[in-house]
Protein backbone atom coordinates (compact mmCIF):
# COMPACT_ATOMS: atom_id res chain seq x y z
CA UNK A 1 0.00 0.00 0.00
CA UNK A 2 2.94 2.47 0.42
CA UNK A 3 2.59 3.37 -3.49
CA UNK A 4 1.31 6.95 -3.54
CA UNK A 5 0.81 7.71 -0.07
CA UNK A 6 2.22 10.86 0.05
CA UNK A 7 1.43 13.58 3.06
CA UNK A 8 2.61 16.37 1.25
CA UNK A 9 -0.43 15.70 -1.28
CA UNK A 10 -3.32 15.83 1.85
CA UNK A 11 -5.61 18.76 0.72
CA UNK A 12 -6.76 20.51 4.22
CA UNK A 13 -8.74 23.20 1.90
CA UNK A 14 -11.09 22.40 -0.42
CA UNK A 15 -9.21 25.20 -2.94
CA UNK A 16 -6.37 22.25 -2.61
CA UNK A 17 -8.69 19.20 -3.11
CA UNK A 18 -9.82 20.43 -6.57
CA UNK A 19 -5.74 20.79 -7.40
CA UNK A 20 -5.09 17.54 -6.14
CA UNK A 21 -8.06 15.93 -8.27
CA UNK A 22 -6.96 18.16 -11.19
CA UNK A 23 -3.55 16.81 -10.66
CA UNK A 24 -4.62 13.10 -10.32
CA UNK A 25 -7.77 12.41 -12.30
CA UNK A 26 -6.34 12.09 -15.79
CA UNK A 27 -3.73 9.43 -14.83
CA UNK A 28 -5.97 7.61 -12.51
CA UNK A 29 -9.08 7.68 -14.36
CA UNK A 30 -6.35 6.19 -17.04
CA UNK A 31 -5.77 3.31 -15.00
CA UNK A 32 -9.74 3.05 -13.95
CA UNK A 33 -11.79 5.65 -14.53
CA UNK A 34 -14.93 4.31 -12.76
CA UNK A 35 -13.16 3.13 -9.54
CA UNK A 36 -11.75 6.21 -9.21
CA UNK A 37 -14.49 8.72 -10.12
CA UNK A 38 -16.65 6.21 -7.36
CA UNK A 39 -14.09 6.50 -4.57
CA UNK A 40 -13.74 10.22 -5.40
CA UNK A 41 -17.36 11.08 -5.12
CA UNK A 42 -17.36 9.07 -1.42
CA UNK A 43 -14.54 11.04 -0.46
CA UNK A 44 -16.22 14.49 -1.42
CA UNK A 45 -19.53 13.63 0.12
CA UNK A 46 -17.88 12.25 3.63
CA UNK A 47 -15.76 15.70 3.96
CA UNK A 48 -18.63 17.82 2.54
CA UNK A 49 -16.17 19.33 -0.22
CA UNK A 50 -19.33 19.23 -2.65
CA UNK A 51 -17.32 21.74 -5.47
CA UNK A 52 -15.05 18.96 -5.62
CA UNK A 53 -18.14 16.44 -5.94
CA UNK A 54 -19.14 18.12 -8.69
CA UNK A 55 -16.01 18.14 -10.03
CA UNK A 56 -15.70 14.42 -9.82
CA UNK A 57 -18.91 14.44 -10.78
CA UNK A 58 -18.40 16.26 -14.34
CA UNK A 59 -15.53 13.77 -14.75
CA UNK A 60 -17.29 10.68 -13.98
CA UNK A 61 -20.15 11.89 -17.01
CA UNK A 62 -17.29 12.35 -19.32
CA UNK A 63 -15.80 9.05 -18.97
CA UNK A 64 -19.11 7.64 -18.99
CA UNK A 65 -19.31 5.83 -15.97
CA UNK A 66 -22.53 4.23 -15.27
CA UNK A 67 -24.89 6.71 -13.47
CA UNK A 68 -26.64 3.84 -11.46
CA UNK A 69 -23.49 2.79 -9.57
CA UNK A 70 -22.99 6.77 -8.70
CA UNK A 71 -25.97 7.08 -7.35
CA UNK A 72 -25.34 4.23 -4.98
CA UNK A 73 -22.35 5.13 -3.71
CA UNK A 74 -23.85 8.54 -2.93
CA UNK A 75 -26.99 6.93 -0.98
CA UNK A 76 -24.70 4.80 0.79
CA UNK A 77 -22.94 7.74 2.30
CA UNK A 78 -25.47 8.20 4.74
CA UNK A 79 -24.61 5.54 7.03
CA UNK A 80 -20.93 7.07 7.15
CA UNK A 81 -21.49 10.81 7.01
CA UNK A 82 -25.08 11.07 7.78
CA UNK A 83 -28.17 12.45 5.76
CA UNK A 84 -27.38 15.88 5.40
CA UNK A 85 -24.49 15.33 3.23
CA UNK A 86 -26.10 12.56 1.26
CA UNK A 87 -28.94 14.73 0.59
CA UNK A 88 -26.57 17.53 -0.53
CA UNK A 89 -24.88 14.78 -2.68
CA UNK A 90 -27.90 13.53 -4.45
CA UNK A 91 -29.35 16.57 -5.25
CA UNK A 92 -26.29 17.76 -6.74
CA UNK A 93 -26.37 14.51 -8.65
CA UNK A 94 -29.86 15.07 -9.86
CA UNK A 95 -29.15 18.70 -11.24
CA UNK A 96 -26.01 17.39 -12.68
CA UNK A 97 -26.72 14.13 -14.26
CA UNK A 98 -30.66 13.44 -14.23
CA UNK A 99 -31.91 9.99 -13.69
CA UNK A 100 -33.98 8.17 -16.05
CA UNK A 101 -35.10 5.72 -14.19
CA UNK A 102 -34.37 3.31 -10.48
CA UNK A 103 -34.36 -0.09 -10.14
CA UNK A 104 -37.30 -0.84 -6.81
CA UNK A 105 -35.59 -0.87 -3.19
CA UNK A 106 -35.13 -4.44 -1.51
CA UNK A 107 -38.36 -5.30 0.40
CA UNK A 108 -37.68 -4.81 4.20
CA UNK A 109 -38.87 -8.70 4.87
CA UNK A 110 -35.43 -9.41 3.30
CA UNK A 111 -33.05 -6.85 5.03
CA UNK A 112 -32.41 -9.20 8.17
CA UNK A 113 -31.10 -11.94 6.00
CA UNK A 114 -29.47 -10.24 3.34
CA UNK A 115 -27.94 -7.93 6.01
CA UNK A 116 -26.52 -10.48 8.37
CA UNK A 117 -25.15 -12.77 4.97
CA UNK A 118 -23.30 -9.66 3.68
CA UNK A 119 -22.08 -8.43 6.84
CA UNK A 120 -21.00 -12.03 7.97
CA UNK A 121 -19.10 -11.67 4.68
CA UNK A 122 -17.26 -8.36 5.64
CA UNK A 123 -16.21 -9.09 9.08
CA UNK A 124 -15.71 -12.76 8.40
CA UNK A 125 -13.98 -14.58 11.72
CA UNK A 126 -14.37 -11.27 14.01
CA UNK A 127 -18.14 -11.23 12.95
CA UNK A 128 -19.23 -12.47 16.43
CA UNK A 129 -17.12 -10.34 18.21
CA UNK A 130 -17.95 -7.33 16.66
CA UNK A 131 -21.92 -7.78 17.16
CA UNK A 132 -21.01 -8.34 20.56
CA UNK A 133 -19.19 -4.74 20.82
CA UNK A 134 -22.32 -3.19 18.87
CA UNK A 135 -24.65 -4.82 21.10
CA UNK A 136 -22.61 -3.64 24.47
CA UNK A 137 -22.40 0.08 22.85
CA UNK A 138 -26.48 -0.07 22.09
CA UNK A 139 -28.21 -3.25 21.45
CA UNK A 140 -30.50 -1.46 18.94
CA UNK A 141 -27.79 0.07 17.14
CA UNK A 142 -26.58 -3.76 16.73
CA UNK A 143 -29.72 -4.64 14.78
CA UNK A 144 -29.75 -1.42 13.10
CA UNK A 145 -26.41 -2.26 11.71
CA UNK A 146 -27.45 -5.37 10.03
CA UNK A 147 -30.91 -4.58 9.29
CA UNK A 148 -30.99 -1.35 7.88
CA UNK A 149 -27.09 -0.58 7.07
CA UNK A 150 -25.90 -4.34 5.61
CA UNK A 151 -29.42 -5.15 4.93
CA UNK A 152 -31.64 -2.03 3.50
CA UNK A 153 -28.52 -0.20 2.33
CA UNK A 154 -25.69 -2.13 1.55
CA UNK A 155 -27.56 -5.23 -0.05
CA UNK A 156 -28.85 -3.28 -2.64
CA UNK A 157 -28.24 -4.15 -6.49
CA UNK A 158 -26.27 -1.68 -8.58
CA UNK A 159 -23.23 -1.76 -6.63
CA UNK A 160 -20.93 -4.61 -5.78
CA UNK A 161 -19.78 -5.70 -2.88
CA UNK A 162 -16.69 -4.55 -3.26
CA UNK A 163 -16.58 -1.42 -4.77
CA UNK A 164 -19.53 -0.57 -1.28
CA UNK A 165 -16.44 -1.31 0.93
CA UNK A 166 -13.61 0.67 -0.81
CA UNK A 167 -16.65 3.84 -0.97
CA UNK A 168 -16.41 2.99 2.78
CA UNK A 169 -12.65 2.87 2.67
CA UNK A 170 -12.08 6.54 1.09
CA UNK A 171 -15.08 8.10 3.13
CA UNK A 172 -13.78 7.09 6.63
CA UNK A 173 -10.61 7.61 5.74
CA UNK A 174 -11.48 11.40 5.18
CA UNK A 175 -13.80 11.47 8.39
CA UNK A 176 -10.58 10.35 9.93
CA UNK A 177 -12.63 7.54 12.22
CA UNK A 178 -9.46 4.70 12.07
CA UNK A 179 -11.49 1.96 14.04
CA UNK A 180 -14.07 1.43 11.67
CA UNK A 181 -11.58 2.61 8.78
CA UNK A 182 -9.83 -0.33 9.86
CA UNK A 183 -12.25 -2.62 9.98
CA UNK A 184 -13.49 -1.90 6.71
CA UNK A 185 -10.18 -2.33 5.20
CA UNK A 186 -9.81 -5.94 6.66
CA UNK A 187 -13.83 -6.43 4.94
CA UNK A 188 -12.68 -4.81 1.67
CA UNK A 189 -10.25 -7.58 1.75
CA UNK A 190 -12.56 -10.04 2.43
CA UNK A 191 -14.95 -9.36 -0.10
CA UNK A 192 -12.31 -9.51 -3.06
CA UNK A 193 -10.54 -6.24 -3.37
CA UNK A 194 -7.11 -5.71 -4.31
CA UNK A 195 -4.42 -4.46 -2.13
CA UNK A 196 -3.97 -1.92 -5.23
CA UNK A 197 -7.72 -1.14 -5.00
CA UNK A 198 -7.21 -0.72 -1.31
CA UNK A 199 -4.41 1.48 -2.05
CA UNK A 200 -6.32 3.98 -4.61
CA UNK A 201 -8.94 4.44 -1.50
CA UNK A 202 -6.45 5.55 0.49
CA UNK A 203 -4.70 7.74 -1.63
CA UNK A 204 -7.77 9.29 -2.38
CA UNK A 205 -8.72 10.21 1.10
CA UNK A 206 -6.34 12.56 0.85
CA UNK A 207 -8.71 14.85 -1.50
CA UNK A 208 -11.36 14.98 1.72
CA UNK A 209 -8.64 15.47 4.53
CA UNK A 210 -5.93 17.47 5.90
CA UNK A 211 -2.20 16.07 6.94
CA UNK A 212 -3.11 14.79 10.71
CA UNK A 213 -6.53 12.95 9.39
CA UNK A 214 -4.30 11.19 6.33
CA UNK A 215 -1.31 10.20 8.44
CA UNK A 216 -3.88 8.09 10.76
CA UNK A 217 -5.38 6.62 7.61
CA UNK A 218 -2.07 5.85 6.44
CA UNK A 219 -0.96 4.46 10.00
CA UNK A 220 -4.15 2.27 9.69
CA UNK A 221 -3.79 1.46 6.15
CA UNK A 222 0.16 -0.25 6.21
CA UNK A 223 -1.10 -2.12 9.38
CA UNK A 224 -2.23 -4.58 7.22
CA UNK A 225 -4.46 -7.05 9.09
CA UNK A 226 -7.84 -4.63 9.83
CA UNK A 227 -9.81 -5.23 13.20
CA UNK A 228 -13.02 -5.45 14.10
CA UNK A 229 -15.13 -2.15 15.88
Known amino acids: MKQGLDLDAAAASEREALRLWATWSVSLCRADSALTCLIGCSVATASGRFKLLEAVLTRARRMRSRRLE ?10 FAGYPRAIEALTLLSRLWPANGRPAGLPPRSWPML ?4 CRRVYGGAYDRMRANIRRAHPHLAVWMVDEGYGKVLSRPGLDPVSRELCAVGALAALNAPRQLEAHIRGARNVGAAPKEIALAIRLAALGCGRRAWREARRVALRGDGGAA
Do not use: R, V
Open 70 to 79: IEEALLQAYL
Open 115 to 118: GEEL
